[in-house]
């Protein structure tokens, strides 16, 4: 996932990024409360500066989905009717837009329905917008969508997203794009016990990735229970903080546009006693290229632990 302005990051922690086979982790805001009074606000999530890839060798520009979606903070509330205006008129000569059958177009804007504006961190109030680089458009160009949003609910009957503040900026770009899928998180899970993490690498991009290397990264409470001889395993000294355990792996093969990669045998992990909430954190990039998407995946574990944990 990506970093974003200090404005959105007071906001929400993080934006969403490109869905490109990638996991990611929804923070969950607290009701908001001023002395005895509850407040709420609506607030749109949409991905932050993503890459459009060309064409696979000169052909139809690679369609990619924007994800923008309508939250709320105060889960005391019920909050509907969402309305989202997409203003994609700065994407002239840039890139081209297929709208959703939930968005009622007009020229280059768009309203959106949301029935249901879900509480942020969890699932729903999407609107799924198709995008590609327009034809012609070269590597480099720059285009910008902005949106607003009102919704029906919150303390004063009717909720409206902060002008102004919401934008997602795309850029024609050629390379690799290689994508994570993994299962979700893991709750109530033995400390002693073996989980199974199978996970797929994904090329979305438009060019070959000649060799990519894969990281892994286990908190404390994880060891890696099978290894592969494509990695280096190292661990953190754990002077300041709890031991980190790393694995690089390397390899040294062309992956193609659409085509999809896996470990030998599926990747295990072991939780040890200590294990409590645990995470393992997969990213992916091509050897001596720079990944349009630069996405990273992260499973996570609640464990019921059987004894006390030891101090880390």
Not at 124 to 130: A, I, M, W
Not at 169 to 177: F, K, L, R
Not at 205 to 217: K, Y
């Amino acid at each position: 996932m990506r970093a974003d302005s200090v404005r959105r990051a007071l906001r929400l922690g993080a934006r969403t990024t490109l869905a490109a086979g990638l996991v990611t982790l929804a923070l969950t805001t607290a009701p908001a409360f001023a002395g005895t009074q509850e407040t709420d606000q609506l607030w749109i999530t949409a991905p932050y500066e993503p890459t459009l890839p060309l064409g696979i060798d000169g052909g139809t520009p690679l369609t990619r989905t924007l994800d923008v979606r309508l939250n709320h903070d105060n889960a005391h509330f019920t909050v509907t009717g969402g309305r989202l205006v997409v203003d994609a008129s700065g994407l002239a000569g840039v890139a081209e837009i297929t709208w959703p059958d939930n968005c009622a177009p007009s020229g280059a804007t768009a309203v959106c329905d949301v029935p249901e504006v879900p509480v942020t961190g969890t699932t729903g109030g999407e609107v799924h917008l198709q995008v590609r680089a327009a034809d012609g458009a070269v590597v480099g160009a720059r285009g910008r969508v902005t949106f607003e949003a009102t919704a029906t609910g919150g303390p004063d009957g009717t909720l409206t997203a902060p002008q102004d503040s919401f934008d997602t900026t795309v850029t024609v770009a050629s390379g690799p794009d290689l994508g994570l899928t993994t299962g979700g998180d893991i709750e109530h899970a033995q400390p002693g016990s073996r989980q199974t993490l199978p996970f797929t690498l994904t090329h979305h991009g438009n060019e070959t990735a000649h060799g990519f290397t894969v990281t892994m990264t286990a908190s404390y409470g994880l060891r890696y229970a099978n290894r592969y001889d494509a990695c280096v395993y190292t661990t953190s000294s754990g002077d300041e903080y709890a031991p980190m355990s790393y694995a690089t792996c390397t390899f040294d093969r062309d992956l193609a546009p659409g085509a999809s990669f896996g470990l030998p045998e599926p990747l295990q992990v072991e939780l040890t006693r200590q294990a409590l909430r645990e995470r393992l954190d997969i990213s992916a990039q091509p050897l001596g290229a720079t990944d349009l998407g630069a996405t990273t995946t992260m499973r996570r574990w609640e464990s019921v632990p059987t004894t006390p944990p030891t101090s880390r």
